[in-house]
């Protein structure tokens, strides 16, 4: 569940055994993923055979024309309308919603959480172990194309909701996009739950895609990891109070069943009973207080196996306790809700988002009778506490000094191999008067520049009206010039001429790579390449 979507960045281990998830990519289809650990070889085999065989009809591939995918690789596809494109496999037509830049359809395949030695692998193996099978399935979703409706109506985003805006979203076409959120996944996940009698939870982890600002912290391409669990009624007893009562026994002797934790604990979020974070009617106040209890109590198993993992590589003298608290929270598919945040370098950071799932939510799956907890969390954060890492970019090198730094199943602090010198530049333009959109200093009646986030000419991806210039629009040109070697963009002056109210901005480019230093003459080139595309796709005039 994408709990992560109000807050920064929307948004371990048991060195014992680690659940090992086999990847298979079904072309035109979303595949869930499930091998237990024990299984053998030709066990694993037999289910890989049955996956590749198996699709959800909500995840049908509409919009594209019936086509030979291998043909269509070939065919005409400069992002123009009418046009092609096979995006993992699968043919789709693009239309006048289409926004996704080839910078970012080359990254989609990657699937970094499934190279065992890659740190965003062993992190993910990581979390899963805090959630062992058969009581939880694990799956993974190589195919990052989804319809409009799974990633946003079926979890009931307003229609106006800044999520669905083309300045934050990636439009494959007006039916499909790249998904925002491994939410995306949620509603067949939860239906898998309803015809398994074991299992009563999952995580989900995948690539997910946003438009967003260029910096250390964010990249376009980033992963998250969502879990879920659902206690039912058992149906062999005929009467529902009888049926509740035994299922508050089973929560309550599951409860004192977890693990107890050694990490202090501020809670500063147990009162349901307001406006402000509210149970739900449906429920029980006695079992949603259970399903918080469990909610909570698993999440902070989870925290502190990850410190634990964390301070592997630290002296026993400098190690310290962990710290972490919870505080209320909204999101759209729980209540109530929280986040969870720890005490790191002396501030408290957000780490991930939980509740109690919207009843409706579990309606929709067909778990009626069920309720349950739900949490979300981006892996990129998690991994670069637990490494070391202190750039994000690092995470989609190539280059063997990072990659050969880390093995499956070890947390190893990095140790950079290099700090090459940055480049700046600036670019300074006047901005089109447009309708609407909040400057990232404020609005003007002269034209703004609305901030990342969302801007509400753009919220319906079929708006034909102008929008105002979006800081997302010059982010996403200088990702598409510069890829990785953008290192920064960031606004340093906002001017609006006194007499004829026009606005100038002028955003400062922090070209730098990773792996090599770059040239005047290469950096010159790139910048000129954006300074011609800002010009040709937003009509901006130069400064």
């Not at 439009?171 to 015809?195: D, E």
């Not at 310290?320 to 929270?329: D, G, I, K």
């Not at 400057?439 to 609305?450: E, F, K, M, Q, V």
């Not at 000419?457 to 997302?472: I, R, V, W």
Request: proline share 6%; aromatic share 10%; hydrophobic share 35%.
């Amino acid at each position: 569940m994408q709990l992560l979507r109000t807050g920064a960045f929307l948004r371990a281990a048991r060195s014992a055994r680690f659940a090992v998830v086999q990847s298979r990519t079904a072309p035109s289809a979303t595949t869930y993923i499930r091998t237990p650990s024990r299984w053998s070889s030709s066990q694993v085999a037999a289910e890989q055979q049955q996956l590749q065989q198996r699709s959800f009809p909500e995840q049908s591939v509409a919009g594209a024309k019936e086509v030979d995918p291998a043909k269509t690789a070939e065919s005409k596809s400069d992002g123009q309308p009418g046009h092609q494109k096979t995006i993992a496999g699968a043919p789709y037509v693009l239309d006048n919603t289409t926004n996704v830049t080839d910078s970012i359809l080359n990254l989609v395949g990657r699937n970094l959480y499934e190279h065992p030695d890659h740190p965003i692998c062993i992190t993910r193996k990581l979390i899963e172990s805090c959630f062992p099978q058969p009581e939880y399935n694990h799956f993974t979703m190589s195919d990052p194309v989804v319809t409009v409706r799974d990633n946003f109506d079926v979890l009931g985003f307003p229609a106006d909701h800044p999520g669905r805006s083309r300045t934050d979203t990636y439009y494959v076409n007006s039916s499909h996009l790249l998904r925002t959120h491994t939410s995306a996944h949620q509603h067949a996940a939860f239906q898998t739950l309803g015809s398994e009698e074991r299992t009563t939870g999952y995580t989900i982890c995948a690539d997910v895609y946003r438009r967003d600002s260029i910096d250390r912290s964010h990249f376009p391409v980033f992963h998250q990891m969502e879990g879920a669990r659902v206690w039912g009624l058992d149906p062999d007893i005929e009467s529902r109070y009888a049926a509740q009562s035994a299922r508050t026994a089973k929560m309550a002797t599951q409860l004192k069943a977890l693990p107890s934790t050694s990490i202090i604990v501020e809670d500063n979020a147990t009162n349901f009973s307001t406006d402000v974070n509210p149970m739900q009617p449906e429920h029980d106040p006695t079992e949603v207080q259970l399903v918080v209890s469990h909610l909570k109590r698993s999440l902070e198993y989870l925290m502190q196996q990850i410190h634990n993992a964390a301070q592997q590589s630290i002296p026993q003298s400098a190690r310290t306790p962990l710290q972490v608290r919870w505080v209320e929270a909204y999101f759209p598919f729980t209540s109530p809700s929280f986040e969870l945040e720890v005490l790191w370098n002396g501030e408290w950071l957000e780490l991930l988002g939980s509740g109690v799932v919207q009843q409706s939510i579990l309606n929709k799956a067909g778990l009626t009778r069920g309720i349950g907890w739900a949490w979300g969390l981006g892996i990129e954060r998690f991994a670069m506490l637990l490494f070391g890492i202190p750039d994000i970019r690092l995470f989609w090198s190539t280059d063997k000094r990072f990659l050969q730094q880390f093995s499956s199943g070890k947390i190893t602090k990095f140790e950079p191999f290099s700090k090459y010198p940055p480049c700046y530049k600036d670019i300074a333009f006047w901005i089109n008067p447009a309708p609407a959109g909040a400057s990232p200093r404020g609005a003007t009646p002269w034209g703004s520049a609305a901030a990342a986030g969302g801007d509400a000419t753009k919220a319906s991806p079929t708006e034909t009206q102008p929008a105002a210039f979006h800081e997302n629009d010059i982010m996403e040109v200088v990702r598409d010039v510069a890829g990785s070697l953008a290192e920064d963009v960031k606004l340093v002056d906002e001017f609006v001429h006194p007499t004829s109210g026009r606005k100038s901005l002028c955003y400062r480019i922090n070209y730098r790579s990773l792996e090599r230093t770059l040239t005047n003459e290469e950096v010159n080139r790139l910048h000129d390449e954006v300074a011609k595309r800002m010009k040709a796709q937003f009509g901006v005039e130069l400064r």
